[in-house]
């Protein structure tokens, strides 16, 4: 099975890599990709220390470049910071995955929007073929890669709005809440995936309110939702 940064690589907003000295055979953005992947899926357990130590031995490099990617993470939410007590996994954290859900729906039932004013119809029907495709193959695919396939549906659907910075923003949401989201599929299956294929009927008609509501409603979660998910997942990554 790909791993959680090759499969979204593809759907991530194209930015310029750093030129980075190798250092045992890995760059700086390399070693980075490969600890998000951990922090992303929790590799190691949520309120954990990060033992640099151990990291740095793991992937043959120095604490300089380690540094240089924790920190990275640190920036955008995915591991803590503690003066004098180094970094730490972020906690499965109830409001914090709830406020997270909350962005995302603000984002794309905005992005929709947009989209429904200047999506190029090539573009939603290049989507819409992206997505059968992946329902073809969805009962043989394990639930980690179907949440990133639908993780990169969703990026393209904002996309379609022309703005680049809410594609940022989505990009960062998807990574933070991507664990809970497996959870989810696991324990609910396909349900939601239909949806999709309403949405982008509702892009193509320029149905605008049409348009929002469905996205609202696909993307919007209650809060005892997302306990009895959060609960999983702590049970999950605590007995694994």
């Given at each position: 099975m790909a791993s959680y940064s090759s499969l979204i690589r593809e759907s991530?907003?194209?930015?310029?890599?750093t030129t980075a000295p190798k250092r045992a055979g890995i760059t700086v953005n390399e070693l980075y990709e490969q600890l998000k992947a951990m922090a992303v899926l929790y590799t190691i357990r949520p309120g954990e220390r990060?033992?640099?130590?151990?990291?740095?031995q793991k992937?043959?490099?120095?604490?300089t470049p380690l540094r240089e990617?924790?920190?990275?993470l640190v920036a955008e939410n995915l591991l803590n910071f503690v003066p004098n007590r180094g970094f730490f996994v972020r906690e499965l954290n109830r409001q914090d995955i709830f406020d997270l859900f909350e962005l995302r729906r603000s984002v794309e039932s905005s992005a929709v929007l947009l989209a429904?004013?200047?999506?190029d119809p090539k573009d939603v029907r290049a989507l819409r073929k992206f997505w059968k495709d992946v329902m073809k193959s969805k009962t043989q695919a394990p639930a980690p890669e179907l949440v990133t396939r639908d993780e990169e549906f969703h990026v393209r659907l904002v996309a379609l709005s022309g703005n680049n910075e809410m594609v940022r923003v989505l990009y960062g949401i998807n990574a933070r809440i991507h664990f809970v989201r497996w959870v989810d599929l696991e324990q609910r299956g396909h349900d939601a995936f239909a949806e999709h294929l309403d949405i982008l009927d509702a892009i193509e008609s320029r149905d605008l309110e049409r348009c929002r509501a469905l996205t609202e409603t696909h993307i919007t979660w209650r809060m005892e939702e997302i306990a009895k998910v959060v609960d999983a997942g702590v049970v999950k990554l605590f007995s694994r």
């Open positions: 991530r907003p194209r930015v310029r890599e990060v033992n640099e130590l151990e990291l740095a992937f043959e490099v120095s604490r990617a924790l920190n990275r429904v004013q200047r999506a």
